[in-house]
Antibody, heavy 125, light 109 residues
Framework: QVQLQQWGAGLLKPSETLSLTCAVY????????WSWIRQPPGKGLEWIGE???????NYNPSLKSRVTISVDTSKNQFSLKLSSVTAADTAVYYC???????????????????WGQGTLVTVSS | QSALTQPPSASGSPGQSVTISCTGT?????????VSWYQQHPGKAPKLMIY???KRPSGVPDRFSGSKSGNTASLTVSGLQAEDEADYYC?????????FGGGTKLTVL
């Protein structure tokens, strides 16, 4: 059974760079996309971006200028960096596996399961 | 990229059925059969309940069902139980991005 374990700094100052890593245990790393999703306190979910084992990425247009998602296939890990954070970036950040449906040779990642345990990142001066 | 529209709240008594809607556009919900639904209890990570509009993962009770018509997807919970009280989120494939709904708090009266 696949499990995702995530970690990273939980308290940042404004303008710093958020850095989180997610490790995948017990399953294949290829054949899926791997996503980051966040949830501000008391609010809904927001997709940040995704990466596959080859390093192909897609990002939320609203965050694209500040986001970098990378992959280390040798360790079955993927990472998130979000630069120039502000208080608005305070949230619980989740990593998740995204399953793919291939249609006409085009991969269509579309559901998230399983999820990591979540990491609360607080941005405060 | 706008969030999908869900009602903020829904409620029902034990044993009743409740339906939660999720409205998008032809660029997301209406354009693909790739809508998924997630259940989230307080302080927990979301859990997949429905994928590809109407498919149930192993272990999810058949009281949970999904459907879609046009740009609106729906999640129906039949035979409501106390443990169904949670937040529910829809999500849709939208080409190179993914989009979530704002969430619906389901209360079991």
């Amino acid at each position: 059974q696949v499990q995702l374990q995530q970690w990273g700094a939980g308290l940042l100052k404004p303008s710093e760079t958020l850095s989180l890593t997610c490790a995948v245990y017990g399953g294949s790393f290829s054949g899926y996309y791997w996503s980051w999703i966040r949830q501000p306190p008391g609010k809904g979910l927001e997709w940040i971006g995704e990466i596959n084992h080859s390093g192909s990425t897609n990002y939320n247009p609203s965050l694209k200028s500040r986001v970098t998602i990378s992959v280390d296939t040798s360790k079955n890990q993927f990472s998130l960096k979000l630069s120039s954070v502000t208080a608005a970036d305070t949230a619980v950040y989740y990593c998740a596996r995204e399953s793919i449906v291939v249609v006409s040779f085009t991969p269509r990642p579309n559901w998230f399961d399983p999820w990591g345990q979540g990491t609360l990142v607080t941005v405060s001066s | 990229q706008s969030a999908l529209t869900q009602p903020p709240s829904a409620s029902g008594s034990p044993g009743q059925s409740v339906t939660i809607s999720c409205t998008g556009t032809s660029s997301d919900v209406g354009g693909y059969n790739y809508v998924s639904w997630y259940q989230q209890h307080p302080g927990k990570a979301p859990k997949l309940m429905i994928y590809e509009v109407s498919k149930r993962p192993s272990g999810v009770p058949d009281r949970f069902s999904g459907s879609k018509s046009g740009n609106t997807a729906s999640l129906t919970v039949s035979g409501l139980q106390a443990e169904d009280e949670a937040d529910y989120y829809c999500s849709s494939y939208a080409g190179s991005t993914r989009v979530f709904g704002g969430g619906t708090k389901l209360t079991v009266l």
